[in-house]
């Protein structure tokens, strides 16, 4: 079974019912669906999903994200522990907070991020999914 991390935008999109920044990723999200992945949310993705649904900017809620993190297994929350943080300040070429931590996430577990970040996508620290 495969593992991923999701960033904030990729995971709203396929909630929403849009097409996931790529075929690829959507695909990995639908196979996530029938049980044949795990995707980690990062604690700062939930953070930004309770956000934007607070300014009315997105649809989904955290309330949303909670009922899906409760009923399946393939989709789990990772909390930020100081080791994540620490991983994250390792990581040199993403300079938006958010965005690093997502990144550090992933380093730290050293599995890839779905995203089409282009900061993301450039980092020398992480593997990326487009």
Do not use: C
């Amino acid at each position: 079974m495969n593992k991923y991390v999701t960033d904030t935008q990729a995971i709203i999109k396929f909630m929403n019912g849009e097409k996931v920044i790529s075929s690829k990723i959507n695909t990995i999200f639908q196979d996530t669906d029938k049980g044949k992945n795990i995707i980690i949310i990062p604690s700062i993705v939930l953070f930004e999903i309770a956000y934007l649904h607070e300014k009315s900017r997105i649809p989904i809620s955290i309330n949303d994200m909670e009922t899906i993190i409760k009923t399946s297994v393939n989709y789990m929350e990772e909390k930020l522990s100081i080791e994540i943080i620490k991983t994250s300040f390792e990581i040199t070429d993403i300079p938006e907070l958010h965005d690093r931590m997502i990144a550090g996430t992933a380093r730290y577990f050293d599995i890839p991020v779905l995203t089409n970040d282009p900061f993301i996508l450039k980092s020398k620290f992480v593997k990326t999914i487009i």
